[in-house]
């Protein structure tokens, strides 16, 4: 039986039909490619004590969710860049303000130098001095105004992704914490299955004891099940694997003893979805990627201010204070103290520079056009991803429709095969019905009830992606 878990990437593609989950460990960042930040693996303790925490609980949709966005490693590095982004604003707020520094020096001269009064001797000396300086911007042009405007929005866009990061895990939860619902549906489905060949199987031993059937009626009811045994065997195994899929898609060390709880799952109605035009300008108004992405291009916007800021002159205001020392060994005793030289020989200076670009050789040209072709790109990424929404909308809205109709239709099929299967037993306890039609209602009923439980799970999700789309939180 087809997989009911689908990724959110491949179920938007065309045709609509049942595809793969991917789980967030095979994201970007999270598995061993580039870009994944390197954690250390927890001691053996402290995964007896995740073990214990997770085991004796069932952990709803929700828990689910949560915690798997509070603990993704891509959400993780997500958080960092929002972190990036705060230092680049800080940086870029603090330009505005003044600069202050300070410098020593101190020099020895051997043989012939310049004295004291400018002049030339042929002496020993000493000479030291320091200075405090400060500067500050007056006019920039407005380039630190739209550097800072800039940093703001690559923030926002930022934030925006994280966003954008926690709502496509979100999804993906709820797809494989679906398909571990499926899956434990379906063990239920093959217990009662295999109930009535054991059934089955008692009273056709009790007929043979009488001499009323067959040794091989008997030998057939066996094989009956012990078939069924098996794919009650194999269904437990995949509701095991759904389970630890699930696990690992919240970032748990391991998934011994996880599991659910099995909401009351009622049985889904008609779909009220809507117009898939008015889903598309409600999605392009509130999906984060979408807002992320517009936040990007009026950083580039403000970039390409920036760099057109740099053709005009900058006026910047400084100020600072020197002194310094000089001894000559020559003179000897007739230096004047250290004291006496901090005291005279201190100046302060204050002063205006106007910075003025004549000929970068192309540089200022250069960012110009870099800024501008950068935008222009970013805007055409914008196009292509509303483009894309829009076509992912309409596939959601027809697939939601379609998989509505599918269910209607495997309901209908398991009603009757329910019927057939009814008649069947009544017939098989007159002694009326050979084993062979019995069996044959009895695997079509079971089959058909797979099918509807698999059509009911995947028009389930079908809505739920539409609801993501809506900005909806998902929920069962």
């Not at 109930?195 to 009811?221: D, H, I, M, T």
């Not at 007739?334 to 004291?339: D, G, Y």
């Not at 079971?446 to 028009?459: G, I, W």
Request: some cysteine.
């Amino acid at each position: 039986m087809k997989r009911l878990a689908v990724g959110l990437a491949v179920l938007l593609a065309a045709g609509g039909g049942r595809l793969g989950a991917q789980v967030p460990g095979e994201q970007a960042g999270q598995g061993s490619g580039q870009g994944q930040t390197a954690v250390s693996r927890p001691a053996q303790g402290a995964v007896a004590g995740q073990v214990q925490a997770v085991a004796g609980r069932q952990w709803t949709l929700e828990e689910c969710i949560r915690y798997a966005v509070e603990n993704n490693l891509t959400i993780r590095q997500g958080k960092l860049e929002v972190d990036r982004g705060q230092v680049g604003l800080d940086m870029a707020r603090a330009a505005r303000h003044p600069s202050l520094g300070a410098n020593l020096d101190g020099s020895t001269y051997f043989g012939r130098g310049p004295t004291r009064d400018g002049t030339y001797s042929d002496d020993t000396r000493v000479s030291t001095s320091g200075s405090v300086s400060s500067s500050m911007p007056l006019f920039e042009a407005g380039r630190i105004r739209h550097t800072v405007a800039a940093s703001k929005l690559d923030l926002e866009a930022a934030l925006l992704q994280v966003d954008a990061l926690a709502e496509d895990l979100s999804l993906n939860v709820a797809t494989l914490y679906l398909d571990a619902l499926f899956a434990r549906e379906l063990v239920g489905v093959a217990q009662e299955q295999t109930l009535r060949s054991e059934e089955l199987l008692g009273r056709n031993e009790q007929l043979f004891k009488a001499g009323k059937a067959a040794q091989s009626v008997v030998s057939e009811s066996k094989a009956s099940v012990a078939a069924d045994v098996y794919t009650l065997t194999q269904n437990r195994g995949n509701l095991s694997l759904a389970l630890l899929k699930l696990a690992f898609a919240l970032n748990l060390e391991t998934g011994e003893g996880f599991d659910i709880a099995s909401p009351a799952v009622s049985e889904p109605g008609s779909p009220v979805i809507g117009d898939a035009g008015d889903i598309y300008l409600q999605s392009v108004g509130t999906r984060s990627e979408i807002l992320a992405a517009g936040k990007r291009l009026e950083s580039l916007d403000r970039q390409y201010l920036a760099a057109k800021a740099e053709r005009y002159p900058r006026l910047s205001l400084g100020a600072g204070y020197s002194n310094s020392y000089y001894y000559s060994f020559k003179d000897g005793a007739a230096n004047q103290n250290f004291s006496w030289q901090v005291k005279n020989n201190g100046n302060f200076n204050v002063g205006m520079t106007l910075s003025i670009p004549i000929y970068s050789r192309g540089t200022i040209k250069g960012k110009i056009s870099n800024a501008s072709i950068a935008a222009d790109a970013q805007q055409l990424r914008i196009e292509e991803a509303e483009r894309n929404l829009r076509q992912q909308v309409e596939q959601a809205c027809v697939a939601a429709n379609t998989a509505y109709q599918k269910y209607l239709a495997a309901q209908a099929s398991a009603e009757n095969y329910r019927i057939v299967l009814e008649n069947e037993t009544k017939k098989a306890e007159l002694g009326v019905s050979t084993l062979f039609d019995y069996n044959n209602a009895k695997t079509r009923y079971f089959a058909s009830q797979s099918e509807m439980l698999q059509a009911k799970y995947d028009y389930i999700f079908r809505l739920k992606v539409v609801d993501y789309y809506l900005g909806r939180p998902i929920t069962l």
